[in-house]
């Protein structure tokens, strides 16, 4: 049974460009708030771009998607699914990051899930650049490693940047694999494209056995068979799904530091949420929208759609 508590405001009521907006329009429910162990699904900001290598902005993101998901509505058009009557959603609030120091910040940003992770919430992320998801699975992957779905123009494996520096929106992926938060081997990575600095990354993804799907695969094999492979490789374990808005081609999303050409349009950006069913997701995130960049709001509209997405392929899970 749904639980009235955790309903978003109906547009129906209350005008959809009018409140204060929260994610989808749910309750504002921070750590400490009654209904906190009550929550299934947490959508949480992490406003914060410290790894942007290049164009900044993301830390800019999650007010800005906030404000776009007030567009969601309460039932998916194909599926059926109406995820706020399926599981408890809630609107987590904001991690605060210390915009001056990486490490400081993202300890914060795993102080913060732990506290989510052991009230048995899944957490819904809206960053932030891609460096986040490393705090994330910090918190998330704490009883052992976890497979994921990347969606991404770039694999974010690489060491270093600028003669040794270990954390910046272009490693996170390489520091969680030595870290033990990912099993390289239930680890799928797609859209890769675009100019590349040299083959580290992809030559780290070969040796541990991650497994690379290029856009050229992508295109010339489709969104269901792709999707097929990516849910043979995550397999029934615990998985994590991130999602960088640059995966999108720029024509759909130019709202973002680091832009490829020929990526997916919109509509298979929303596809291959849709195959996402069946996963066993412990976690997600939608990262590098950047608003600055993001001249007509398009770029977070899209980034919000994909949100929508994703939450309701959880709370369809949560709802077993
Ligand atoms: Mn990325
Ligand atoms: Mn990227």
């Known amino acids: 049974?749904?639980?009235?508590?955790?309903?978003?405001?109906?547009?129906?009521?209350?005008?959809?460009?009018a409140g204060v907006p929260t994610f989808m329009r749910l309750p504002h429910v921070e750590h400490g708030h009654d209904r906190f162990n009550d929550v299934q699904i947490g959508l949480i900001g992490v406003?914060?771009?410290?790894?942007?290598?290049?164009?900044?902005g993301p830390r800019h993101g999650p007010r800005q998607l906030r404000d776009a998901s007030t567009m969601m509505r309460a039932q998916h058009a194909v599926s059926g699914m109406r995820p706020f009557e399926a599981a408890n959603c809630a609107d987590l609030g904001d991690v605060g990051p210390n915009p001056a120091d990486i490490i400081d910040s993202m300890d914060r940003i795993t102080t913060f899930y732990n506290k989510v992770m052991d009230a048995g919430i899944?957490?819904?992320?809206?960053?932030g650049d891609h460096l986040t998801s490393l705090p994330v699975l910090r918190a998330v992957a704490k009883d052992g490693p976890v497979g994921m779905v990347h969606f991404d123009s770039h694999t974010d494996l690489f060491d270093s940047y600028f003669g040794g520096t270990q954390y910046t929106h272009g490693t996170p992926f390489r520091r969680a694999v030595e870290e033990g938060l990912l099993d390289p081997k239930k680890v799928v990575q797609i859209?890769?494209?675009?100019?590349?600095?040299?083959?580290?990354?992809?030559?780290?993804?070969?040796?541990?056995?991650?497994?690379?799907?290029?856009?050229?695969?992508?295109?010339?094999?489709?969104?269901?068979?792709?999707?097929?492979?990516?849910?043979?490789?995550?397999?029934?374990?615990?998985?994590?799904v991130s999602y960088d808005i640059d995966f999108v081609d720029p024509t759909f999303a130019p709202g973002t530091g680091t832009p490829e050409v020929g990526g997916p349009n919109s509509w298979q950006a929303?596809?291959?949420?849709?195959?996402?069913?069946?996963?066993?997701?412990?976690?997600?995130?939608?990262?590098?929208?950047?608003?600055?960049?993001?001249?007509?709001?398009?770029?977070?509209?899209?980034?919000?759609?994909?949100?929508?997405?994703?939450?309701?392929?959880m709370a369809g899970q949560v709802a077993g």
Do not use: K
């Open 1 to 17: 049974m749904s639980d009235p508590f955790f309903q978003p405001v109906s547009g129906f009521e209350v005008p959809r460009f």
């Open 47 to 56: 406003p914060w771009d410290s790894g942007t290598t290049n164009r900044p």
């Open 122 to 127: 899944v957490p819904l992320t809206a960053g």
């Open 191 to 240: 859209g890769i494209r675009g100019t590349m600095y040299d083959t580290e990354d992809r030559d780290f993804a070969a040796a541990n056995g991650i497994r690379l799907i290029l856009i050229e695969e992508f295109h010339a094999r489709g969104v269901e068979d792709v999707m097929a492979e990516a849910r043979e490789i995550a397999g029934s374990g615990p998985t994590y």
């Open 270 to 313: 929303i596809q291959v949420c849709r195959e996402l069913a069946g996963l066993n997701i412990v976690g997600a995130d939608m990262v590098e929208v950047s608003p600055p960049f993001d001249q007509s709001g398009g770029t977070a509209f899209l980034g919000v759609s994909i949100m929508y997405e994703m939450l309701c392929v």
